[in-house]
């Protein structure tokens, strides 16, 4: 497959954009004003080495129109993300489409539910929204103090939608949101799909998903959709990227075309509803074989969240001398949880759920989930936890 050419004017992000992050407006103005590649994104790289990922006009275009049929309408953005990683660009590229001004909370400054309701103050126009991660939303509505601040509240609330994505959210969380009158929206997508493409388990309008086989490398046939599963999830439609910036081999690994559909082969596990409802069970590569079990680290995660007194879990592999890897459990327990309790109906639930070689044999019991700078769980982190 040829390399992908990256036009000289196109906004290329490849780490922290220093000092205000509405400087990046002008240059993405003109390059949105071209065909062809408009923004280079690098990926986290947080389960390998990072890719930078060419996001067209085009692809930003369906992405922002698709954005604003599915939320209701076009207003003014709240950024709260950095703008180095695809959430928080798409927060100024949806608002040249938008043509409104948005408000930035500060990068430099740690998320707090202060800061957040004195920048929520700066939006002029009714109809508003934000993207966050689960982490930012936990932390104004469910504060480790236990004592909301009343006026982040009160701002979450005057949004239209709050998209959330980056990693998924605990129940608990989706709940308080329900219980407050918070308007979420869960995301799932990511860099090479101009982020979160598939709201509330449903695509987009013009995004398509297949779910094949775990380890499934044929294109997915015109008019792929509903189906079975698990399987690995296949995104199409076009939000999908152009590919990898000087990685033609990875470039042909992930992107296909198939009957005038673009498609991006992803690294996830999930399962189609007949009705066409999409659930994420985690990566491809997150299954923990255990004395020759395999076990699905997101499931096990799923029912570890489902517990009314768990605030966030991660679970993964661990190298184990005797079982070859062992499943850890990292679990951030609501405050004064009584931890040896919870730990033992914890392993009564996922035992039910999934089986005796499914419940976690290490845990690790962190005040907060150690994170990435994009707000997702560092897996590298939480794996010395558990070492």
């Not at 692809?59 to 993300?81: E, F, I």
Request: aromatic fraction near 4%.
């Amino acid at each position: 497959m040829a390399e992908l050419i990256v036009p000289g004017d196109a906004v290329v992000l490849d780490g922290p954009v220093p000092g205000d992050p509405l400087r990046l407006l002008s240059p993405l103005t003109r390059a949105l004003g071209r065909e062809g590649p408009a923004v280079v994104v690098r990926t986290s790289g947080s389960t390998g080495r990072a890719k930078r990922t060419v996001l067209t006009r085009d692809a930003l275009a369906a992405s922002s129109m698709a954005t604003a049929v599915r939320t209701g309408g076009v207003g003014q953005w709240l950024l709260a993300l950095p703008v180095h990683y695809v959430a928080g660009v798409q927060v100024l590229v949806r608002s040249l489409y938008a043509g409104t001004d948005p408000v930035v909370l500060d990068p430099a400054a740690r998320f707090t539910p202060e800061a957040f309701a004195a920048a929520a103050e700066q939006l002029e126009d009714p109809v508003r929204f934000t993207s966050l991660v689960p982490t930012q939303l936990q932390r104004i509505l469910e504060p480790a103090s236990g004592v909301r601040n009343g006026d982040a509240v009160s701002a979450l609330k005057r949004f239209s939608a709050i998209l959330l994505g980056g990693s998924a959210a605990p129940p608990r969380l989706l709940a308080a949101a329900r219980a407050a009158d918070v308007r979420v929206v869960s995301t799932y997508g990511m860099s090479e799909t101009c982020g979160g493409c598939v709201y509330d388990g449903v695509p987009l309008d013009g995004v398509s998903v297949h779910v094949g086989t775990e380890e499934d490398d044929d294109v997915p046939r015109p008019g792929a959709g509903g189906g079975s599963g698990p399987g690995r999830i296949w995104l199409g439609g076009d939000v999908v990227a152009a590919g990898y910036a000087g990685d033609p081999e990875q470039t042909a690994r992930h992107f296909r075309e198939s009957g005038g559909t673009r498609w991006y082969r992803t690294d996830d596990l999930g399962e189609l509803s007949p009705d066409g409802v999409l659930a994420v069970h985690g990566r491809v590569d997150d299954v923990v074989n255990t004395g020759g079990v395999k076990v699905a680290a997101g499931l096990v995660s799923a029912a570890l969240t489902e517990h009314p007194a768990v605030r966030e879990a991660l679970v993964l592999g661990v190298p184990d001398a005797e079982w070859g890897q062992a499943v850890g459990a990292a679990v951030v327990a609501a405050p004064g949880t009584d931890r040896g309790r919870l730990r033992t109906e914890l392993e009564e639930q996922v035992r039910a759920r999934h089986g005796a070689a499914a419940v976690p044999r290490r845990w690790a019991w962190p005040d907060e989930m150690p994170l990435l700078p994009t707000g997702k769980p560092d897996r590298a982190a939480v794996g010395r936890l558990l070492g």
